[in-house]
């Protein structure tokens, strides 16, 4: 089966410009994770969909973070304006159902100047 | 929220020595997940932990489970470069009952 794609793989802005990030997960995955990764840490969850709702958004800092998963397949991750502590991977994963072993895609090199 | 220990932060083997990286948690854990993640890659998944006590083995890997069920380890017998990376454990917790992933041991080896 193909695994989670995410696109782009780099990008470089400069702060306080806006940069979206899109993920396609697995077919047929109802649930859908954004998560964070700092160098040198684990992954950090910013956000949650079963289909098409956001169950769990607790950590996604809302006053520059959106996100969206229209139709329950396709998200997008969108951060309005950057800051410098942005950088970092994002990193999309989905599974089967909640609880369920996560698949990864290759994340986002997210580099602010 | 819920947290997990990894210990150690960063392991150094010579190929061909063992490693065993641990997972411990203040709190009964309802289930635990090993993931790998080789340098520049993303997590790949490769074990979920239930029942306390529970032995798993995959090839030179093996996984525990904690009789108390909170803390795991995994065990890489005869380490080869191949095992180079990062491994996390992962475990259900906290608001929302989300995945928390530890900090990770970082693998090394020396051929």
């Known amino acids: 089966e193909a695994g989670v794609v995410q696109s782009p793989r780099y990008k470089i802005i400069e702060k306080k410009q806006p940069v979206a990030f899109w993920c396609n997960p697995i077919s047929g995955h109802n649930t859908l994770y954004w998560y964070r990764q700092n160098l040198g840490q684990g992954p950090e969850l910013l956000i949650r969909y079963e289909n098409e709702e956001a169950v769990d958004d607790s950590q996604l800092p809302k006053d520059r973070f959106s996100a969206e998963r229209l139709k329950g397949v396709d998200s997008t991750l969108k951060i309005q304006p950057a800051e410098l502590g942005d950088s970092a991977v994002y990193l999309c994963?989905?599974?089967?159902?909640?609880?369920?072993?996560?698949?990864f895609g290759d994340g986002t090199r997210l580099s602010i100047l | 929220g819920q947290q997990v220990m990894q210990i150690p932060q960063y392991q150094h083997v010579q190929e061909g020595e063992d490693f065993t990286t641990y997972c411990n948690s203040s709190?009964?854990?309802?289930?635990i997940q090993w993931y790998k993640q080789r340098p520049g890659g993303h997590p790949v998944f490769l074990i979920q932990l239930v029942k306390s006590g529970e032995v798993k083995k995959q090839k030179r890997l093996t996984f525990q489970f904690g009789e108390a069920k909170k803390n795991s380890s995994l065990h890489i017998t005869a380490t080869q470069t191949t095992d180079v990376g990062t491994y996390f454990c992962a475990v259900y917790g906290g608001y929302g009952n989300k995945l928390v992933f530890g900090a990770g041991t970082i693998l090394r080896v020396k051929s």
């Open positions: 994963a989905s599974s089967l159902y909640s609880n369920q072993p996560q698949h």
């Open positions: 709190t009964t854990l309802s289930n």
